[in-house]
C-alpha cells in the first residue's frame, strides 16, 4: 500500500504566528516547469497592516535589546539554518530547478551572510558612531539608532533564499523590525526560514514574512505612515517611482531597487540605510 | 450638604418601580421580583453577539459610523497619577480630537475623578455644557470610585462635592458586596440616595450612570438583576464597569443590559442610556456596539444621552481609522496624540 503524502500549505508569519490571509486567499506556488508544489497563502494589504502592527509593537523589545544580545540572537539563527540545510536545499532544488550541489551553495552562501551580518550587531555603532571634535569643555557624540519599521520588497529573481536572507539580515542588525514581502513565485523558503526564526530568540513581530504579489502590497505599504523605511531592493519590476513619491509623503526612508548577481550584496552601507544618526552632547564633569 | 427634600425626583418613575416590585424596595420584595425574571440564554446570548460581529461596515457607512463612535464617547482618564495639566490636555483632545482636521466631531463628555472635575470645566470654558443641552459635559465618577467601599455618608459627600464642582454627570458604582449576598434593599437605597445627592443648587438634577461592574457580577443573570435594579432606582444610564477589573465592557453583557433597557422602554416609555466602558479599544469593536444598540433598542438610541463608550485608548485608533479613509493611506500613532 502507498503512503499518502501530506501536502504543506504555507502560512504567513505575523507577530510570532502563522496566521492564514485575511482575505482566505492561497496561491498555486509551482516548479519551474509548472508543476505544483504547495499551496502559499496571498496576503492582503489588510495582512500587511497587521504586519505593520506586529512590527511596531516589537520594535521597543528589539531596539532595546544590547547590541551584543542582538548578535547573539542573529547568530543563533545561523545555526538553526544550518540545522534545516537539507530542508532548505530540497525546496530550493524544487522550486527553482537547481541541482542539488548548486543549491547547497546557495543556502551555505546564505548561512555565511547572516552569519557576517550578526558579526556586525555590536561593532557597527563603533565604526558609524563619532566623538564629534568641539571646542569646549563638554562631549559631542553621534551614535546610529534604528529607524523602526521597515518595510522590504525581498528580491524577486536570483536565490530566493539568498535574496531573502541579504535583504531582511541587515535591516535586524540595528534593531529595526521588518515587514518582508516574500519572492512572489518561489516564496518557500522565505516561509521555512520564518519557522526557523519562530523556534528562535527572535521576539515575535521582528520579523514578519508575507507572501502573495507585491504589486498588491507595496503601495499600501510605501505609503502606510506607520512605516519608517521602505527597502524596495526587489521592486524594480513595480512602478516604484511612484512607490518612492507615496513613501515621501510620510516621510519614509526608501531604498531603490537592485538588479543583476549582486543585488543586495552584503554591506555596511545596507545596515546604515536603516539607521537614524542622534547626536546629544555631555558635559566633561562637575569638577 | 444640602438638606434632602422629602419628595423624590421623578415620582412617576418611582411610583411606577414601586408597582412593580409590589410594595417598599425591602429585600424580600426585591429579591422576589428580580428572581421572578426569566434567565439569560447565555449561550444564545453569546452567539448574537458573535453574529453581530460579523456584519461588514464599511465605507460611507464606516465614516458615519466612526463619526458617530466619537460623538458618543466619554473621553476618560482615571489614574491615580492624573494632574490638572493631564485634564488639560484630555480636555483639548476632546475639543478637537483631530487637530488636523476641523470637521472631526466633538466627543461627548469628559471623565475624570471628582478632584479633576473643576478644572475640567475651566479648561472647557463655553464649551461646558454645564445644564445646557449642547456642549461636553463633564462626567465625575464618585461614590468611592471603583471598590465603592466607603460609609454611605462618605459616598454622599463625594457625589455632592462633583456636582457642586460643576460635573454634569455623576457614574456611581454599586456595592457589588451588597448585591451578591442579596442585600438588594441596600442597593437600591443606596442609588436612591446618590440620586438626591446630585441634586445642584438650581434644583435641577446632575445625570446619574450605575456602574454595576459586571465583571465582579459572575453571572448573565447577575448582571440582568442588576440592571433592573440600577434601573427601578432611577439610574439615568447604566454603565458596564470601571475599567478597573478584568473582564470590563463585553459585547454579550452589553447586549443583555441593552434588552433590560428595551424592555423598560417597552414597560414604561422611559429611556434608559447605556454605557459600556473598559477594553474597548478598536474602532471595529466600537462599530459593533453600535450595531448591536441599533438592532436592540433601535437607532433612536444612538444619541450622546441613551449611549456613551467609556474610553481613553479607544479614540486614537478611530482617529488613525478617520485619517485612514480621508487621506486613503494606513495613519500611525505619531499621527495622533500620545495619552
Known sequence: ?287 | MTSTPVVTTQPSTRSRALALIGGEATDANLRRYLHGIPGVDGVGLEQRAAAISTRSIKTSSKKRAIDTVIGLMDLTTLEGADTPGKVRSLVGKALTPDPGDPGCPRVAAVCVYGDMVPYAAQALGSAHAAGRDQGIFVASVATAFPSGRASLAVKLADVADAVAAGADEIDMVIDRGAFLSGRFGQVYDEIVAVKEACRRVDGSLAHLKVILETGELSTYDNVRRASWLAILAGGDFIKTSTGKVQPAATLPVTISMLEVVRDWHRLTGARVGVKPAGGIRTSKDAIRYLVAVAETVGEEWLTPNLFRFGASSLLNDVLMQRQKMRDGHYSGPDYVTID
Open chain 1, 1 to 287: 500500500m502507498t503512503r499518502l503524502a501530506v501536502p504543506k500549505t504555507y502560512k504567513l508569519y505575523i507577530g510570532g504566528k502563522f496566521p492564514r490571509s485575511e482575505s482566505g486567499r492561497v496561491y498555486a506556488v509551482t516548479t519551474p516547469s509548472g508543476d505544483f508544489l504547495a499551496n502559499a497563502a496571498q496576503a492582503s494589504r489588510k495582512d500587511a497592516r497587521d504586519a505593520v502592527v506586529a512590527a511596531r509593537s516589537a520594535f521597543g523589545g528589539w531596539a532595546r535589546a544590547t547590541s551584543y544580545n542582538r548578535g547573539q540572537v542573529l547568530y543563533r539563527i545561523a545555526e538553526l539554518l544550518e540545522g534545516r540545510r537539507a530542508q532548505f536545499v530540497e525546496e530550493i532544488v524544487q522550486s527553482e530547478g537547481l541541482s542539488a550541489s548548486a543549491a547547497g551553495r546557495q543556502v551555505d552562501e546564505a548561512i555565511d551572510r547572516w552569519v557576517w551580518y550578526a558579526g556586525w550587531a555590536d561593532k557597527y555603532v563603533q565604526v558609524a558612531g563619532n566623538a564629534n571634535p568641539v571646542s569646549g569643555p563638554y562631549f559631542n557624540i553621534s551614535v546610529p539608532e534604528p529607524t523602526g519599521v521597515v518595510a522590504i520588497i525581498a528580491p524577486q529573481s536570483g536565490g530566493s533564499l539568498l535574496g531573502f536572507v541579504s535583504a531582511v539580515a541587515p535591516a535586524l542588525v540595528a534593531g529595526n523590525t521588518v515587514v518582508v514581502v516574500a519572492d512572489e513565485t518561489r516564496p518557500l523558503s522565505a516561509i521555512t526560514l520564518g519557522e526557523v526564526l519562530a523556534t528562535s530568540d527572535v521576539p515575535g513581530g521582528v520579523v514578519n514574512i508575507l507572501t502573495g504579489s507585491p504589486a498588491e502590497m507595496a503601495p499600501w505599504l510605501a505609503s502606510h505612515a506607520d512605516v519608517n523605511a521602505i527597502d524596495l531592493v526587489g521592486a524594480g519590476d513595480l512602478d516604484w517611482v511612484h512607490l518612492e513619491i507615496d513613501a515621501a509623503e510620510t516621510l519614509t526612508r526608501v531604498l531603490q531597487p537592485e538588479s543583476g548577481a549582486d543585488a543586495a550584496a552584503p554591506s555596511l552601507s545596507r545596515i546604515l540605510a536603516f539607521t537614524e544618526t542622534k547626536t546629544v552632547w555631555h558635559t566633561k564633569g562637575l569638577l
